[in-house]
């Protein structure tokens, strides 16, 4: 692992790089590949904080939304800061509670980062027992908390036993351009322990953007690039039923695979974005074609041969295969499903020549 100690100026020139599938696609085989080259660093966590429910993107489409309002924006900004403090803390073991562990794999001040980023999109706090805010109180405290506000109402104030200690909220109204100056900052800030050493060149972010909105990359980071990586939908639908990641009754249904079909369709968009910083990859491509493949990826990222120089190391193409055209070896499980897949996503199917 490259160290990354006692550099303090932040190179400019360094490409954030985001590698994005559509969950089972394989995209892990091109973050593999990148960690190869020479002056690449990868956090071995999932960026989510970017693209996730309750992330940047969302806040940024409440708060600058021209249908805004003061109640959604601060709930918003608060939605951020809880998901922040989850994304931050530690989640390696079977029986952790939910955290990617930011604060040890990104950066030790990510939360203080995150709260100065709040401070700058923010124009003002203010304390306000919103009704809203009772959905966030339990039973006991929300009865207690309304006959004490009632109790005050009614005397005019000569009691003043509501609960004023109850969370701030924000007034978050900035203009487009101040939200993503600070959003660009505070991106640079949790990245510093990695954007301030030299010989990092390439920073990988695992999935902290869509594959569906790629030109996000643009707009969040001065010099992004992104890659996405796609695969056979009949081998994503083994995958996914085998180890499942949907939890069906009956995976071999006309009824499952028209789902699955949906939900292919939709997170891929209408068409694949025409952009010089994107670079669409067939996993299978990845494997079969492997070296073809880095020359897509070395002209992309402007590498050369010679910076890679722990080629092999941690993806193997002989030894991928074995998660290539799965779908073969379970079609007699899976015959419904994968006839329907096949017939309805025909423009997306992979067959080795």
């Not at 429910?53 to 918003?76: C, F, K, M």
């Amino acid at each position: 692992m490259l160290s990354l100690k006692k550099r303090v100026i932040v190179n400019m020139s360094k490409t954030y790089l985001i590698v994005a599938g559509y969950m089972g696609t394989g995209a892990s085989a091109a973050v593999d590949i990148v960690k190869e080259f020479k002056g690449s660093y990868n956090f071995e966590t999932e960026i989510r904080m970017i693209k996730d429910p309750y992330g940047l993107h969302e806040l940024e489409q409440t708060v600058l939304s021209t249908n805004w309002d003061v109640i959604r924006s601060s709930t918003a900004v608060w939605d951020f800061i809880d998901a922040s403090k989850i994304w931050s803390r530690f989640g390696g073991n079977p029986l952790s509670a939910p955290g990617l562990s930011y604060k040890k794999r990104i950066n030790k001040d990510y939360m203080r980062y995150t709260y100065e980023f709040v401070t700058e999109i923010c124009d003002c706090e203010f304390r306000c027992d919103f009704y809203s805010d009772a959905f966030r109180k339990n039973y006991l405290q929300y009865v207690i908390d309304r006959n004490r506000r009632y109790i005050e109402k009614i005397t005019k104030g000569k009691l003043r036993i509501a609960n004023r200690k109850t969370r701030q909220d924000y007034l978050c109204k900035p203009s487009e351009e101040r939200f993503l100056s600070a959003l660009k900052k505070y991106l640079m800030q949790i990245f510093t322990p990695v954007n301030t050493v030299d010989d990092v060149r390439i920073i990988i972010l695992d999935q902290a953007i869509s594959g569906n909105n790629p030109l996000l990359v643009t707009r969040y980071f001065e010099n992004g690039k992104i890659i996405i990586v796609d695969r056979d939908p009949r081998d994503i639908y083994v995958d996914n039923m085998e180890y499942p990641d949907f939890l069906v009754k009956n995976p071999n249904s006309i009824q499952e695979a028209k789902k699955f079909c949906q939900f292919f369709l939709a997170s891929r968009g209408e068409n694949k974005q025409n952009h010089p910083n994107i670079l669409y990859l067939q996993f299978e491509n990845l494997v079969s074609n492997y070296e073809d493949e880095l020359v897509k990826i070395r002209s992309f990222l402007n590498l050369s041969a010679e910076d890679h120089l722990r080629k092999g190391e941690f993806f193997n193409p002989m030894e991928s295969r074995k998660n290539m055209q799965i779908w073969k070896k379970h079609y007699k499980k899976f015959n419904i499903a994968i006839d329907y897949i096949s017939h309805n996503l025909s423009n997306y199917l992979y067959d080795e020549k």
